[in-house]
């Protein structure tokens, strides 16, 4: 009975650490190089939760989720059949550009161009609820007039530097 009851109480203590992860959605904002990592709780059965983002250049997304699993005798607080799915809109709508699947997944989507975009995480949570940990990061890809300015700013620092030799 007693252990019953630690379970019941890490199980709410888990609920409670999430706060705002009870909402179906995240909205993670405008992503920049740090990540940006959330954790969803949700009770038992079938969830449908929603990560919204935009990013500002054409990069490379890097996306992580990480179910949470626990067991004690009596209760389970697990999710299984996690899967992710990107979309080119907001609130998993538009186009379906990409699916990430399993337990512990990691995934880079490459040439990602600047825009709004969607994750929608599906499975199911175990008897006594379940969570997992999404995790966000981008990698801004410089674009040809980016490489463009670079080149013509080296070829103009070699160009003041061999005047410089002539004159001496």
Same mark, same amino acid.
């Given at each position: 009975?007693?252990?019953?009851?630690?379970?019941?109480?890490?199980?709410?203590?888990?609920?409670?650490?999430?706060?705002?992860?009870?909402?179906?959605?995240?909205?993670?904002?405008?992503?920049?190089?740090?990540?940006?990592?959330?954790?969803?709780?949700?009770?038992?059965?079938?969830?449908?939760?929603?990560?919204?983002?935009?990013?500002?250049?054409?990069?490379?997304?890097? @996306?992580?989720?990480?179910?949470? *699993? &626990?067991?004690?005798?009596?209760? /389970? +607080?697990?999710? %299984? $059949?996690?899967?992710?799915?990107?979309?080119?809109?907001?609130?998993?709508?538009?186009?379906?550009?990409?699916?990430?699947?399993?337990?512990? @997944?990691?995934?880079?989507?490459? *040439? &990602?161009?600047?825009?709004?975009? /969607? +994750?929608?995480? %599906? $499975?199911?949570?175990?008897?006594?609820?379940?969570?997992?940990?999404?995790?966000?990061?981008?990698?801004?890809?410089?674009?040809?007039?980016?490489?463009?300015?670079?080149?013509?700013? &080296?070829?103009?620092?070699?160009?003041?530097?061999?005047?410089?030799?002539?004159?001496?």
């Amino acid at each position: 009975m007693k252990k019953s009851l630690t379970a019941i109480a890490v199980c709410g203590a888990l609920f409670a650490f999430a706060g705002q992860a009870n909402a179906d959605t995240w909205n993670a904002g405008t992503l920049t190089s740090a990540a940006s990592v959330h954790t969803f709780i949700n009770p038992a059965g079938t969830f449908n939760d929603y990560v919204n983002f935009q990013i500002p250049s054409l990069s490379d997304l890097g @996306a992580s989720a990480v179910p949470l *699993n &626990l067991t004690f005798p009596g209760v /389970s +607080f697990g999710v %299984t $059949g996690l899967t992710g799915y990107l979309f080119d809109a907001l609130n998993g709508v538009g186009n379906q550009l990409h699916t990430m699947q399993g337990d512990n @997944a990691t995934y880079t989507f490459s *040439n &990602l161009g600047a825009g709004s975009y /969607s +994750f929608r995480f %599906t $499975g199911d949570a175990a008897s006594g609820g379940g969570g997992y940990m999404v995790g966000l990061s981008v990698a801004a890809i410089p674009e040809p007039s980016e490489w463009a300015m670079m080149l013509a700013g &080296l070829g103009l620092v070699g160009a003041v530097a061999a005047r410089r030799r002539r004159r001496a």
